[in-house]
């Protein structure tokens, strides 16, 4: 993909360049480079100085349950959460391509959402369903039901996966809408006329076609969960109660820079690097090279 | 479809709007509860009509904020600042870096892309300690600063621009050469305008990008001056016992609307912009 046609000159490239690569190596090589070489030191007895320790807090950190229970409540809740996310933004989607009246209208009203911040679905999560604030906590525990995740683990799990995945459904919405009528009506209209209906014609024609959107928005949404929740989960549970809402970025958070940790959460912040290489060849593995060409 | 015309798609309908109350709802709610007593909400009874003779509670917190933070004025600007800096800045360095790699011939340009291209795979929550160490270095903790220059590094961005750019003609760059344009001008009248959409579009999806973002923030600034919206609002829902409910209501409703106006006025070159940038 090279153009025919270029500019001639050295000096005016590099200058260009030069912004964006020097942020670049400030604020990406040095901080991944100084997150490698900590994960391999200890500091020593004395505060003094840095011991080379090889791979002692790698070794530290995966035999410690507590970091490995948290790597599978992490993909759990990846998992949990894109696939609420992507099964609702698929049904409202399917819907809003219908020829039906004011669909212009139910459009941006389901992408407005697109707006807010991970936080802030948090701030209103809270506003819903706090047992003590909350108008639907209150609710529920009028009626019976001991609602209250700031104490149970387990209604806390449900409450950050439910705003997590709230918020994100306009975005895979946003998406499978435009899948969707990038599908050519023909093939629609051919399926019509062979008889398929409904729920059969989605099944065998139009869920099939959104496969490399559906694909796409699943790898996006597993790093949205793994890493933007941070604020969702932070300003709603702090990774309580206990450890149960505490996610591998939650852990990084509090091992680091509220406990201090640098050793450990050098090493954790190592082990995440490689899981976002991970995820990123996957998918450049399966969805083609397209953002390269 | 022809039958969809004789007769509503009541199905459609209906889960239309069961879908659009599932995001409208705490919203709403969020806004009524602003209008009415604090005591009132503390003892749970939140009434879902808006009390519209109670709207003062906006102005109170704007010009004063509430349980001692920083005046809701001064938390927006920061955030407006911050988003607006972060959008305008990473366009700037990507449309530059972008323009170096598609329109020159020059040594180290595939391994200049690749260095940039890689830093894809490192969002700011996977290298939070040494990031935090970097820029105590440079002294931009508790900066406004920095807040934003660590952020506009981006090969998102650089990435759709260069596709962007690839796709100009080659005739369109022959012209401009024989013409006797030489490369700043050819971007100035002839790139810039033609990416016009692409940058309209990004634009809106780094402004809510910036507006949104909670951890960064939160990391380099501990000086209460510095905090945006969404890390006010947070810090108001952390004190949960004595806590003036309406005007964090009121709040939260603030912190939603400049980044709703922005991708609500600007749908159509926003969701063209992602669903052909980002894929």
């Known amino acids: 993909m090279d153009r025919r046609t270029v500019f001639n000159g050295r000096l005016l490239p590099v200058v260009l360049l030069l912004p964006q690569l020097l942020l670049t190596l400030f604020f990406f090589y040095w901080p991944a480079g100084e997150a490698v070489w900590s994960s391999l030191t200890t500091q020593d007895a004395f505060g003094q100085g840095w011991v080379f320790v090889g791979l002692d807090n790698f070794q530290d950190l995966f035999s410690d349950p507590l970091y490995l229970d948290s790597i599978v409540r992490t993909v759990f809740f990846c998992l949990t959460v894109s696939v609420v996310a992507i099964s609702l933004a698929l049904a409202l989607a399917v819907f809003a391509d219908r020829q039906i009246a004011g669909r212009g209208v139910y459009r941006t009203l389901l992408i407005w959402p697109y707006a807010i911040a991970p936080a802030m679905s948090a701030v209103l999560f809270l506003f819903v369903l706090n047992p003590r604030v909350g108008l639907l906590g209150r609710w529920l525990n009028r009626h019976g039901v001991a609602w209250d995740y700031t104490l149970n683990g387990s209604q806390a799990m449900l409450m950050v996966v439910s705003a997590s995945a709230w918020k994100q459904v306009s975005y895979d919405f946003i998406f499978f809408l435009a899948g969707l009528q990038s599908i050519p009506r023909a093939v629609i209209e051919a399926a019509r006329m062979d008889g398929a209906k409904g729920w059969r014609r989605f099944r065998t024609i139009t869920f099939p076609l959104l496969s490399p959107t559906t694909f796409f928005l699943l790898v996006v949404n597993v790093v949205y969960a793994a890493f933007d929740t941070f604020g969702t989960i932070y300003a709603l549970t702090q990774g309580g109660p206990g450890k149960d809402t505490e996610t591998l970025v939650i852990k990084v958070f509090r091992d680091g820079v509220i406990n201090q940790d640098i050793g450990s959460s050098s090493a954790q912040s190592v082990v995440l690097m490689l899981g976002v290489i991970l995820i990123t060849a996957v998918q450049f593995r399966f969805m083609g090279r397209r953002t390269l060409s | ?279």
């Open chain 2, 1 to 279: 479809m022809r039958r969809s015309f004789n007769r509503p798609d009541y199905i459609a309908h209906t889960i239309l709007v069961l879908g659009v109350l599932l995001f409208a709802f705490p919203v709403w709610l969020v806004f009524a509860g602003s209008t009415q007593d604090s005591d009132a909400i503390m003892r749970g009874d939140l009434s879902l009509m808006p009390h519209l003779a109670n709207l003062s509670v906006y102005p109170r917190v704007l010009l004063h904020g509430t349980m001692g933070t920083e005046p809701v004025w001064h938390m927006l600007l920061t955030s407006f600042g911050m988003a607006v800096a972060i959008a305008t800045g990473k366009i700037f360095i990507s449309v530059l870096s972008a323009y170096a790699v598609v329109f020159f011939r020059f040594p180290f340009r595939q391994t200049a892309f690749w260095l940039i291209f890689v830093t894809l795979m490192l969002p700011v929550e996977v290298r939070i300690i040494p990031t935090y160490a970097v820029m105590a270095g440079f002294g931009l903790i508790n900066t406004f600063t920095g807040l934003w220059v660590p952020l506009i590094a981006s090969a998102t961005a650089t990435l759709l621009f260069r596709q962007v750019f690839t796709a100009i003609p080659d005739e369109l760059v022959e012209a401009a050469r024989i013409d006797g344009a030489g490369p700043l001008r050819f971007l100035r009248d002839i790139v810039l305008p033609v990416s016009g959409a692409n940058i309209a579009a990004l634009f809106v999806i780094l402004f809510v990008y910036g507006w949104n973002q909670y951890l960064w923030p939160l990391l380099v600034s501990t000086d209460p001056a510095l905090d945006t919206i969404v890390i006010g609002i947070v810090k108001m829902i952390g004190q949960e016992t004595q806590t003036d409910w309406s005007a964090v209501m009121a709040t939260a409703v603030l912190a939603l609307l400049p980044p709703v106006a922005v991708v609500v006025l600007m749908q159509r070159w926003f969701v063209a912009g992602l669903t052909e940038g980002e894929k």
